[in-house]
């Protein structure tokens, strides 16, 4: 299983943008990578996802290298509602067709005033 | 709200007790994961159905059991309850269960004196 690795912690200023690293040097050629969000102790939140081209939606973008081993989400105007941990998950792909998230310790993002 | 239900939202029993956690998937999905998140363990991958069918199975105890009825929800039953199963544990839906985004519950948070 392609593993992830992010930094523990980061902090953002409001209004400035966010950008939280991810290593995932072992991915292969058809996983996906995926980016959820955990605030307190709700439910993860999904927000974005991609295979090899950057990806834009309404809450964040992400920056995919040429070479798939790293990738960059970025919350263009961060907020202090954004707080929260944030995972970065190569989905993996069990026998039979399922399919699980492999959440790690994600990276603990605060956004400060 | 990511249209996924479940219920009870706090659950507090005693040490070799059962319990019944519900799950209803978002209008269409087919699939229904089951996820635990421990202070220790973090989001762990339980078990996934798929249009009533077990599909996959993560680190689930052998005291823990799921089904997924014909009206697509599910149930998460814990036996024998030790200490260490207090967690939250959340329900995530997808439409297909192969390939496509799961999106996460409110969390049932069970705690076991």
């Known amino acids: 299983d392609a593993k992830t690795t992010q930094p523990p912690s980061m902090d953002c200023a409001e209004g400035r943008a966010a950008n939280l690293p991810c290593n995932h040097s072992t991915i292969s050629g058809n996983e996906y990578v995926y980016w959820y969000r955990q605030i307190h102790s709700q439910g993860p939140q999904y927000i974005i996802h991609g295979l090899k081209n950057n990806e834009t939606n309404e809450m964040a973008s992400l920056i995919i290298t040429e070479d798939r081993k790293s990738s960059t989400l970025i919350l263009p105007h961060a907020t202090l509602r954004d707080t929260a941990v944030y995972y970065c998950?190569?989905?993996?792909?069990?026998?039979?067709?399922?399919?699980?998230?492999?959440f790690g310790k994600g990276t603990s993002l605060l956004v400060t005033p | 709200d990511s249209g996924v239900t479940q219920t009870p939202k706090h659950l507090i029993t005693a040490t070799g007790q059962r319990v019944t956690l519900r799950c209803s998937p978002r209008?269409?999905?087919?699939?229904v994961y089951w996820y635990q998140q421990s202070l220790d363990q973090g989001l762990q991958f339980l078990i996934q159905y798929y249009n009533g069918e077990e599909r996959a199975k993560g680190n689930i105890l052998e005291r823990f059991s799921a089904q997924q009825f014909p009206d697509l929800h599910s149930e998460l039953n814990l036996s024998s309850l030790e200490l260490g199963d207090s967690a939250l544990y959340f329900c995530?839906?997808?439409?297909?269960?192969?390939?496509?985004?799961?999106?996460f519950g409110p969390g049932t948070r069970l705690t076991v004196l």
């Open positions: 209008s269409g999905d087919l699939s």
């Open positions: 998950i190569v989905r993996v792909e069990l026998p039979n067709s399922g399919y699980a998230l492999n």
């Open positions: 995530a839906s997808s439409v297909e269960g192969s390939s496509d985004t799961q999106y």
